[in-house]
């Protein structure tokens, strides 16, 4: 059963399910947003369905071509002349209030999410494109579309909100197909919003995102500004819910524990809340948990005051200090970067994700400036040493080499140059290297020689043959 909750009641315990649903959102760590036209209100562009809304607008201004408002965002209006002058006419009208528009409190709101790396994604039926004004990459931007020969259209890992009507600031060519279905270049310029019994253009990328984030098991569901009457966006909020209770422990999916029951681990997680006037109808039992009754500009303003005072350290603001100056302040630094997200802390609750604190001191290590090297490294141990490295210093070798390559640089010296290391100096000694030399030529004449061919003596012992002996 939905839990409704005034925003403006002063009720102690519609007060204190508030708060828990504050911590909630600064718990959770993948939350999915989807916004309707709601919050864009307070912007000045009005919804579709409320009594001022752009369907009786519509009404008033074209009784006799208009039946109903919406009639004039059915794709069926472009076979006719009449309905597609007055569509172009007040889509202009529209863009024209949309474009002198500026982002709400509620938008800011999701692209805090975003920053503090909260946010699993957002989805939009709103055409104003205030979320890509606020900061978040949008489906229909152009820096979303992928460049390769593949069949995917966008980058899913960038997209951020996810427009599932379409961009009004956005023009498509709409062409028509002759009688032989041969496809011609001729045709009709559009907005690049999508209306009702037709197909979107992004339809295979945006079933891709909506599969991948429900397999990423997000742990919390907002839905803020949307009646929840379009059968499309139906099924993707039961989808969404589906996952964020099956994912949550079995004591934080039911909506029949108090907000502030503690049974469980994570049992701030596992949450439907739905921000909206009007409360949602009964096929929304045990889908929806929550209903906060008011503004989302005023719930959400609620939601970041609790969320400072509840966990100061995801709002501190961290200074990089670099450059010491002694020369005219001992104590002077000068600030390079100001961080305000420190959720990279080890073991802090609500702390941001490993590849998120990656990105973070890769940013801070391209910032600052590089020290300056002092001496030689000394060498690592033989494990950790890369193959193909030598254990001695840099210029150094074992001492094989080292003496091979001190006897190449020997042989290659002069006379002179052999004197200096053999230490003859003319300076100091009273032999010349005239004299040396000279010297060295008598030692080697005196040096005995040896023949080239030795003779062979044969010792006789007694008398020689032909002679007689004397006696």
């Known amino acids: 059963m939905t839990v409704t909750l005034d925003l403006d009641s002063s009720d102690t315990s519609t007060r204190r399910s508030l708060t828990n649903i504050s911590h909630f959102v600064a718990k959770c760590k993948k939350i999915v947003v989807v916004t309707g036209a709601g919050i864009s209100c307070s912007s000045g562009i009005p919804d579709f369905r409320s009594s001022d809304g752009l369907y009786n607008l519509v009404k008033q201004q074209h009784p006799d071509v208009v039946l109903k408002g919406r009639d004039l965002f059915d794709a069926s209006l472009f076979r006719d002349a009449t309905t597609t002058s007055v569509f172009y006419t007040f889509i202009s009208q529209l863009k024209q209030s949309i474009d002198q528009a500026t982002p709400s409190p509620t938008h800011h709101f999701i692209k805090t999410l975003d920053s503090k790396h909260k946010l699993l994604r957002s989805y939009t039926q709103n055409i104003d494109g205030l979320e890509e004004r606020a900061g978040l990459l949008g489906s229909s931007c152009q820096d979303a579309k992928a460049s390769g020969k593949g069949k995917a259209k966008l980058r899913v890992k960038d997209v951020r909100n996810v427009q599932l009507h379409g961009d009004i600031h956005r023009v498509r060519s709409e062409a028509r197909v002759a009688r032989s279905a041969r496809r011609l270049t001729v045709g009709t310029l559009r907005p690049a919003i999508v209306l009702y019994d037709e197909p979107h253009p992004l339809g295979d990328d945006i079933g891709v995102i909506h599969s991948a984030d429900i397999t990423r098991k997000p742990d919390m569901l907002i839905i803020m500004g949307t009646s929840l009457k379009v059968h499309g966006l139906k099924k993707l909020v039961k989808d969404f819910a589906k996952a964020v209770h099956d994912a949550a422990p079995a004591v934080a999916s039911s909506s029949s ?44 303003e609620e939601v970041i005051r609790e969320w400072k005072h509840y966990k100061r350290s995801d709002w501190e603001i961290q200074t990089t200090l670099d450059e010491m100056t002694l ?133 006789v012992v007694g008398e020689p043959r032909g002679k007689k002996a004397v006696r």
């Open 257 to 300: 524990q108090p907000a502030g029951s503690k049974a469980g681990k994570h049992a701030w997680a596992g949450h439907v809340v739905f921000v909206n006037k009007t409360a949602p109808g009964s096929e929304w039992d045990g889908i929806i948990d929550y209903h906060v009754a008011g503004e989302t500009d005023e719930w959400v």
């Open 327 to 459: 020369s005219d302040h001992p104590t002077a630094f000068k600030i390079v970067k100001e961080v305000t997200n420190t959720l990279g802390n080890k073991g802090a609750a609500g702390g941001k994700s490993k590849a998120a604190a990656k990105r973070g001191r890769k940013q801070l290590a391209e910032d600052s400036p590089a020290p300056p090297i002092v001496g030689t490294s000394e060498p690592v141990s033989p494990s950790k040493r890369r193959k193909g490295e030598s254990h001695y210093a840099d210029g150094e070798g074992s001492p094989s080499k080292k003496r091979a390559t001190q006897s190449k640089e020997n042989e290659n010296l002069d006379f002179e140059g052999r004197g200096m290391l053999f230490g003859v100096d003319g300076a100091k000694d009273d032999l010349s290297l005239d004299t040396v030399a000279d010297n060295k030529v008598v030692e080697e004449k005196k040096r005995p020689t040896r023949s080239k061919s030795l003779q062979r003596v044969r010792l």
